[in-house]
């Protein structure tokens, strides 16, 4: 696709189940990030992606998030055992580098919302 | 200190009319980088503008620029010739040092309506 492909748009969910959320960067994106935007509020960074590795997971809030990226492309983001503090919108971005001014191109996010 | 103060929760402009968004910052480091993204309904980040703090002039990208105060730590965005389109959230962050743009802190917004 042209742009940054999140999926699903919109997941209700119970308190203590796992969900999975999916990022297709824009082909040729090196670069991949997570954020999560709680409501009225800015971005929050998660994880970064350089190709398959993370050299930066100092967002994630706690060991029940964990992502990976297969094939320097798709990205999923994990939350195990859910609570309700997790609601929240999760924003995914890539970017063609890592660099200080590269322009980072976002996906519509996965609006969570754990009951 | 928040890193970046984004003071005005909303803002109204006419249609046609220049509006100011305001957003100071707050950083040790003498080398940052400045961004701003609008956020419309969709949910979907745009960005629009970004300022280097070595840079000589202040950043213009059609009718975004960038009023770039280094010395009061200030980042204001003009918008020139609102139009209904730009009604969004509009959203102030910063990188520090050579982390990369992806990391940078974000603001908490700023939702401007346009008025027809």
């Known amino acids: 696709g042209a742009g940054v492909s999140q999926s699903p748009s919109n997941k209700v969910t119970e308190k203590g189940k796992d969900v999975e959320l999916r990022c297709d960067p824009i082909s040729g994106h090196t670069a991949l990030y997570w954020y999560r935007q709680s409501l009225g509020q800015g971005l929050e960074f998660l994880i970064y992606f350089q190709g398959n590795s993370a050299p930066d997971k100092s967002g994630l809030p706690s060991d029940r998030f964990s992502a990976e990226r297969t094939g320097g492309s798709v990205s999923t983001l994990t939350i195990q055992r859910t609570q309700q503090e997790d609601s929240a919108v999760y924003l995914c971005a890539s970017s063609l580098e890592s660099a200080t001014n590269e322009k980072l191109f976002f996906g519509s996010g996965t609006q969570l919302s754990v009951l | 200190a928040q890193k970046i103060t984004q003071t005005q929760p909303g803002m109204f402009v006419q249609e046609k009319e220049a509006v100011t968004l305001d957003c100071t910052y707050d950083t040790s480091d003498p080398s940052y980088g400045l961004f701003w993204y609008k956020q419309p309904s969709s949910g979907e980040m745009i960005f629009l503008i970004y300022?280097?703090?070595?840079?000589?002039q202040n950043a213009t990208e059609g009718r975004y620029s960038l009023n770039f105060q280094k010395a009061r730590k200030s980042a204001n965005l003009v918008i020139s010739a609102s139009q209904l389109g730009d009604s969004a959230m509009y959203f102030c962050a910063m990188r520090e040092g050579n982390t990369n743009a992806g990391k940078s802190t974000f603001g908490d917004g700023t939702t401007l309506t346009v008025k027809p």
């Open positions: 300022q280097g703090s070595y840079d000589q």
